[in-house]
């Protein structure tokens, strides 16, 4: 069978070898390169869904490779439905942001070509890290993807941005170091149990690991994701380095890497290690709903636009997480729609936030003000994206929010009627946040703006119609998701409770 | 009584007495060639009788015999140990080789004889006189080096470690900037070592007293049989571990290993860094997993604490370092942490982990202080830290390899470090010392942050006005820089070429 997903991995690889190779001053033919292989990247994985069958929860287009004979690693790739989802929100969203990006890195420390070799170098690794079946091989992808992220917000990101990239490295490798403790510990089991070691992900859940252990095992690499997702208390990075970096960067951070912290947990932790994961739940239930609230009280009172939307994300990392956790096919299910969702309406936040702030020089809400009369379209894209956000029914995140919501009810009423208080508080912080800086009378400064060009509106076309495609018609998603999600209860050997009628 | 000449198999230590010649032969160089034209004699003899033991130790591939009466074992870990340490004393010499990148000439004292700031240096210093007494002097100090791990019994042991010590204090004291500081590295290295040999002394004396033979194998036998004393056997093991440990710069024996990394001449810390370890971790190897093997569970316990302390330790204090080449030290003290809990695992998996471990750090050190080499100002190499701020903008490649050797040490995936790091530590895991890895681990996490603080210093910070300039490097450091860069990068992407390799050598004979 064609090799799907090492084609994936490999265009990007080779188009930012290409740029890098590029002469100097040659700017405009590394854009359109990176460009080019994205898209390229692109069509690929839209061809590559004629290969996979919707209806299995199977790992499909599955490779494997020896690579590391004497620890039996593998090169091994394969996408279940999950997977298959965040791969695709990798694709999709990887050109748009290099076109939302074509003039962001022209500030940075380095060239424009290193920028563009960055972001094509940091596709392949999510392309990778999602389609790894190898647990080493994940980790290897889940460890490498730091360090593109961490010269893309040090050398191109804003005014804080050292501070930040250190800090975003050093959490992220605390908690992978963590990880690599458990994924060793697991290499010896799987040696001592199967005879010989292996790290493919499906063997691996065949292992019968003493109970304690397990919990260790488990925390491990649960706190790995819970940096990476980020769950409160483990999250400070986030609004730091989401502020610092180019919006462009932030898209990819917060939309496409910090939801390998939510598939961890799905992919890794539960099918893994599945009796620490039910004795941990009440104790990670309440640690996603402190998230839900926290993120969204906290949003409110943001001055800074970028750190506001950086806070919303933990509010809805936390409902993912409570999804993750409360066990039920809905929950789960909501939780991976809401993986995507969130992804194309961070998107678009954080694109449309950056041009904003970079016509006005300021990220500062209280700069802003009256765009609606000066920039209708900038400010129309954005009230979309806003609404989004809030969970408005009719758009895509409304489905997934409800979805994790009743998931969560029928196992932990109490969790999800304090969950349903966040989206209270999310009407707030984003009316708010479009009351001020769309409506009312034109804040001074902000009379000449600009309103989005034609490479704007292009790249912010397709985020906003696939927000509204999927607010009406989440099925396709719901499709392919479902099957795994089945088979992941079916792992960890949970059902779903009973719906009890009126008495 | 008969007496009856000891069978030698040359062929067996022909690696070794390829180098030892070739140090003879630089020693007649020295002493008969008129000064000019000794280097051009020096350099070719270096390099032709360290490929010379290579190509021996090849040939030697699958060997598995005692030798020269009992105390050469050429076995599978002898020959890996040995071909690694040819192959980086091939780097080694070409950076101590290196004559294009200072301005004066070379890395080393004109005169060592002559104190510094005398009249006899001025006088040297004019003349353009430029030594290479260190090449006869590196030699020496590798057929020890390559002695060390192959040793068979105790004072087989003990000479190889003086062979191998002796040059390297000399070879300490010969930089040609900053005298004072080198003289100073080269007097403390000298004192402490003499001490730490004295104590290994002492050890082999007890052991050869409870086991009535210096042989690791007749040790062995005589454990086995718990022959005698305990206590005379433990004190032994204790006071030889001593001797040992400080040749790796394990805590609390590490005290020399800042001041002499960052006083002794760049190319002779690197040679020092890398050839030291992988030798005197070998004779710890084999001793521990040869001639102690039966008393386990007693030096477990010991050499676990040393670890952990080691690893702890290491990595603490470099965070506090100002000086990149006493950050270095500092790390090499933490990596000694590492490589010990391979050793504590005691099983064959902690063999083969450890000598992969020993071939992916020697040559990421040794390329790492290789840039140093190349980083300078008017006062030659600018190792304070700050003068590194903004080097990505001056130099970016120069910066990027550095921040490739320095992510490699840190342990992240794609290097090998990471390899060595996970063999050592899943071998320590699966012989039951999960406190071990988790200590490893966080120290590892630890010890990320101040490789990171210097790639945010050269890449993330501005470039100083007064700033060092970043030298292009000559042919022979940048050979040597593109060797070591090329085996990180190999070992972190395909591992089985040399993992395979240390799993067919980890067995040893006795």
Not at chain 1, 374 to 402: H, Q
Request: hydrophobic share 55%; glycine share 8%; aromatic share 12%.
């Amino acid at each position: 069978m064609f090799p799907w997903l090492t084609t994936l991995i490999l265009i990007p690889a080779l188009g930012s070898s290409a740029i890098a190779l590029l002469p100097k001053g040659r700017d405009l033919l590394a854009k359109q390169v990176a460009l080019g292989s994205s898209l390229l990247t692109l069509i690929v994985s839209l061809l590559m869904l004629l290969d996979f069958q919707k209806n299995s929860p199977d790992l499909q287009l599955a490779e494997s490779h020896d690579w590391i004979a004497t620890f039996g690693i593998k090169y091994a790739l394969g996408v279940d439905g999950i997977a298959l989802m965040l791969v695709l929100l990798a694709t999709i969203l990887a050109p748009i942001v290099i076109l939302a990006s074509w003039n962001e890195a022209e500030n940075g420390r380095f060239s424009v070509k290193t920028f563009f070799a960055l972001l094509l170098i940091l596709e392949t690794f999510m392309v990778g890290v999602f389609a790894a079946t190898d647990v080493f091989l994940f980790y290897v992808f889940f460890e490498a993807m730091l360090i593109p992220v961490y010269f893309l917000i040090g050398s191109f990101g804003g005014a804080q941005r050292s501070y930040a990239a250190v800090k975003f490295l050093l959490y992220s490798l605390f908690g992978g170091l963590l990880m690599l403790a458990s994924v060793i510990a697991l290499y010896v089991i799987s040696k001592d149990q199967l005879g010989a070691p292996t790290f493919d992900i499906t063997a691996l859940t065949h292992l019968q690991i003493d109970a304690h252990l397990q919990r260790w095992l488990f925390l491990g690499f649960f706190i790995a994701f819970a940096i990476k997702a980020p769950l409160w208390p483990f999250h400070t990075w986030l609004p730091d380095a989401a502020s610092a970096a180019t919006p462009g960067t932030a898209v990819l951070l917060v939309g496409v890497l910090d939801k390998v912290g939510t598939f961890g947990m799905l992919h890794y932790c539960l099918p893994l290690f599945p009796e620490a994961a039910k004795f941990f739940t009440p104790v990670i239930i309440v640690l996603s709903v402190i998230s839900v609230i926290y993120g969204a009280l906290l949003a409110i009172g943001q001055t800074d636009i970028k750190r506001l939307i950086a806070f919303t994300s933990i509010s809805h990392f936390g409902f993912i997480t409570l999804g993750i956790f409360a066990m039920t096919s809905q929950g789960q299910s909501g939780a991976t729609l809401y993986m995507v969702n969130h992804g194309f309406s961070t998107a678009a936040l954080f694109l449309i936030a950056g041009w904003m702030i970079s016509r006005r020089k300021s990220s500062l809400i209280s700069d802003f003000g009256g765009l609606q009369r000066v920039t209708p379209v900038m400010a129309w894209t954005f009230f979309i994206a806003g609404m989004s956000a809030l969970a408005l029914p009719g758009l895509s995140s409304f489905v997934s929010e409800f979805l994790v919501l009743v998931g969560t009810y029928t196992r932990y009423p109490w969790a999800a009627i304090v969950a349903t208080v966040g989206i209270i508080l999310a009407a707030l912080y984003v009316l708010l946040l479009v009351q001020r800086s769309l409506h009312g009378p034109v804040a001074p400064g902000n009379e000449n703006l600009p309103d989005l060009n034609r490479r704007e509106m292009i790249a912010i076309a397709p985020v906003l119609a696939i927000i509204i495609i999927l607010g009406f018609f989440p099925k396709p998603i719901l499709d392919v998701v479902n099957p795994t999600v089945a088979h992941t209860m079916q792992v960890v050997g949970v059902t779903d409770p009973a719906p009890t009628g009126g008495k | 009584m008969n007496f009856h000449a000891p069978a030698i198999e040359y062929r067996e230590v022909l690696p070794i007495l390829i180098v030892l010649g070739g140090a003879l032969l630089a020693v007649l160089v020295e002493a008969f060639l008129p000064r000019a034209r000794r280097y051009g004699f020096q350099v070719p003899i270096s390099l032709v009788s360290i490929v010379a033991a290579f190509v021996a130790v090849l040939r030697l591939h699958g060997t598995s015999h005692i030798a020269a009466e009992g105390s050469v074992i050429v076995d599978g870990p002898t020959l890996f140990l040995q071909g690694t340490l040819l192959l980086l004393a091939f780097c080694g010499v070409l950076l101590i080789a290196e004559r294009n990148l200072d301005s004066s000439g070379s890395a080393f004292a004109a005169q060592a004889s002559a104190a510094p700031g005398s009249d006899a240096e001025r006088t040297a210093l004019a003349a353009g006189v430029i030594q290479t007494e260190v090449f006869p002097l590196t030699l020496f100090a590798l057929s020890g080096a390559l002695l060390f791990p192959a040793a068979g019994d105790l004072l087989t042991m003990f000479v190889a470690l003086e062979v191998l010590s002796l040059p390297l204090y000399l070879m300490s004291g010969l930089a040609r900037r900053r005298r004072l500081l080198s003289q100073e590295a080269a007097l403390k290295y000298f004192l402490l070592g003499a001490f730490s040999s004295a104590f290994f002394l002492y050890g082999a004396a007890l052991i050869y007293g409870y086991a009535g033979t210096v042989s690791l194998g007749g040790i062995r036998e005589a454990v086995s049989s718990n022959a005698g004393n305990d206590i005379i056997i433990l004190l032994g093991v204790a006071l030889i571990s001593v001797g040992l440990l400080f040749k790796v710069s394990a805590v609390p024996f590490h005290a020399w290993t800042p001041d002499v990394y960052q006083g002794a001449p760049t190319p002779v810390t690197a040679f020092m860094a890398a050839c030291t370890k992988v030798a005197a971790f070998g004779a710890i190897l084999r001793l521990f997993y040869v001639g102690l093997a039966g008393l386990r569970w007693d030096w477990r316990p010991m050499l676990t604490g040393i670890a952990i302390v080691t690893m702890i330790l290491g990595a603490l204090l470099a965070l506090t370092q100002t000086d990149m080449k006493r950050m270095l030290a500092y790390s090499s003290i933490a990596h000694a942490g590492f490589i010990l809990t391979g050793v504590i695992a005691s099983n064959k998996a902690g063999l083969e982990g450890s000598l992969f471990y020993l071939v992916a750090y020697g040559f990421t050190t040794i390329g790492a202080f290789a840039i140093i080499t190349l980083v300078r100002d008017s006062g030659g190499e600018a190792t304070h830290l700050s003068k590194w701020s903004g080097l990505a903008r001056r130099s970016p490649i120069v910066a990027t390899t550095y921040g490739f050797f320095l992510l490699a040490l840190a342990g992240i995936p794609l290097t090998s470090g990471f390899v060595g790091k996970f063999a050592v530590f899943s071998a320590a895991y699966s012989s039951g010392s999960a406190a071990l890895v988790v200590v490893g681990v966080l120290s590892s996490a630890v010890a990320a942050f101040f490789y990171i603080r210097v790639i945010v210093l050269m890449f993330f910070s501005e470039p100083k006005e007064d700033g060092p300039t970043v030298v292009v490097p000559p042919l022979m450091t940048a050979t040597a820089i593109t060797i070591s860069a090329a085996v990180t990068l190999v070992l972190g992407v395909w591992p089985s070429l040399v993992l395979d390799l240390a799993k067919s050598a980890a067995l040893f004979t006795f």
